[in-house]
């Protein structure tokens, strides 16, 4: 059974300080892929990430970075000068590498409710 | 493409009742998704469409719940007999089919449709 934790169930920072979410996961199989979704207060999931199992380098994307760690079933996220408009809860989930038959289900962790003050 | 519409957007109901929630996902994605999320919990599968295809369902979709998506466009998500534990926010998601590019299995989330039985 897949199963993804995220410890952090709130934190709260000021602006312009950096932030990690942690993410852990658990699955039995060798191919899977890991996902960060963010949720505004309007509550429409909006995709931030996808990384594959066999890609475990790190990536940037502007203010956002990602470290993947195969060895610690770890896909921790950081905010870097985080704003107010980054407030939001952030999911990390889990899929397996199905088939082309197969759909994409998604296992999400509780979430980490990211406050941003200004 | 406006994205992955719901409606409604907020439904009350009283117990006992049925109600009814429709989905309209992005024109060209082939598969659409419901899933579930209660309040501080992060969202849960509950079943999936390939085209007209229900091809997987949770444990979760009690038969009390019915799912449909006549024409492999847009989907409703039917509870009958509800239930105050069914109170949750119901959402909707579509991807494009497997292969289909570096976009095959990530998921692009609808607003929700937020229900509570009273």
């Known amino acids: 059974a897949q199963k993804v934790t995220q410890a952090q169930t709130e934190i709260s920072v000021v602006e312009k300080e950096d932030v990690t979410l942690d993410c852990v996961y658990e699955?039995?199989?060798?191919?899977?892929?890991l996902f960060w979704y963010k949720q505004p207060p309007s509550g429409e999931l909006v995709f931030l990430i996808r990384r594959n199992s066999f890609d475990e380098q790190n990536e940037i994307s502007g203010r956002y970075s990602w470290n993947f760690q195969k060895s610690t079933s770890s896909f921790n996220f950081t905010i870097t000068a985080s704003q107010v408009v980054d407030s939001a809860v952030y999911f990390c989930a889990l899929s397996e590498a199905k088939t082309e038959t197969s759909g994409s289900r998604l296992t999400f962790g509780e979430g980490t409710q990211l406050t941003v003050n200004p | 493409d406006t994205g992955v519409s719901q409606n409604p957007r907020h439904k009350i109901t009283k117990r006992g009742q049925n109600v009814t929630f429709r989905c309209d996902p992005i024109s060209e994605h082939n598969r659409l998704y419901w899933y579930r999320q209660t309040l501080g919990q992060g969202p849960e599968f509950l079943t999936y469409?390939?085209?007209?295809?229900?091809l997987e369902k949770s444990r979760l979709l009690s038969d009390r719940f019915s799912a449909e998506r006549p024409k492999g466009s847009f989907s409703t998500l039917e509870i009958q007999r509800t239930e105050q534990g069914d109170s949750a926010m119901y959402l909707c998601a579509s991807s494009p089919l497997w292969g289909a590019g570096s976009g095959a299995n990530v998921l692009t989330f609808g607003a929700g449709s937020r229900l509570t039985v009273l």
């Open positions: 469409f390939q085209n007209e295809a229900q």
């Open positions: 699955t039995r199989d060798t191919t899977y892929y």
